[in-house]
């Protein structure tokens, strides 16, 4: 079974300032990695994967996650928040066998401060 | 461009009333997925279907029933709906396949049992 901690519930920041949303998952398999994002009032968008190769990983709107075996971490990075970055953001994993289930974590409400 | 609709968006019911979720994609999609998502829990998986009349139970499937009799369409319902079940659902789809592939995600149905 896996399981993904998101430590930080809510996450305040000043427009322009950098922005870390920190990620740690447990699994006895290997996984894959995910960043999901949900707007105001919308369904859930897929931000960034990790499937295998470059352990950086990038969104096209400037968001980027490194993913750290050692430390079971996958935290996503943004060096200059936008007042559209407003949203909630979800870490999920799924295992590379068996991959059709996610389990999320529980959230992180991002919001910028203009 | 992906598609996941769902019923509605917002839906009120009474305690003890039988109430039906409705999602339908347009992807060809042979996974379809039932979560709900609760502040501070996240996303957690109700129930899923690999493919037509195929269904699994998810991490929390008591007092929920689902239905899928054609590929598109994925129903859950509760049959008899209570307070404590009051909460956001989402649908979402996937293709079927060994290596990775996304999810797709409905807007969302806010129910509230009243």
């Known amino acids: 079974a896996q399981s993904v901690t998101q430590l930080d519930s809510q996450v305040p920041v000043f427009e322009e300032a950098p922005v870390e949303l920190r990620c740690n998952y447990s699994s006895s398999v290997s996984v894959y990695l995910f960043w999901y994002v949900q707007y105001p009032n919308q369904g859930l968008q897929l931000l960034l994967k990790y499937l295998s190769g470059s352990t950086l990983v990038e969104s096209i709107n400037g968001f980027e996650a490194e993913f750290n075996k050692s430390q079971t971490s996958f935290h996503l990075r943004k060096p200059s928040v936008h007042i559209s970055d407003t949203a909630e953001y979800f870490c999920a994993v799924s295992p590379w066998f068996g991959n059709e289930k996610l389990t999320f974590g529980t959230g992180t409400r991002l919001t910028i401060i203009p | 461009d992906v598609k996941v609709t769902q019923s509605s968006r917002y839906l009120v019911k009474r305690t003890g009333e039988k109430v039906f979720l409705e999602c339908v994609q347009d992807?060809?999609?042979?996974?379809m997925f039932w979560y709900r998502q609760d502040p501070g829990l996240g996303l957690r998986l109700i129930y899923f279907?690999?493919?037509?009349?195929?269904?699994e139970k998810g991490d929390i499937p008591e007092g929920y029933s689902v239905s899928r009799e054609k590929k598109e369409r994925f129903s859950l319902i509760l049959e008899s709906a209570s307070t404590n079940q009051t909460s956001m659902y989402l649908c979402?789809?996937?293709?079927?396949?060994?290596?990775?592939?996304?999810?797709?995600f409905g807007p969302g149905t806010r129910l509230t049992v009243l």
């Open positions: 992807m060809d999609h042979e996974n």
């Open positions: 979402a789809s996937r293709a079927l396949g060994e290596s990775y592939n996304e999810q797709f």
């Open positions: 279907s690999y493919d037509v009349k195929m269904k």
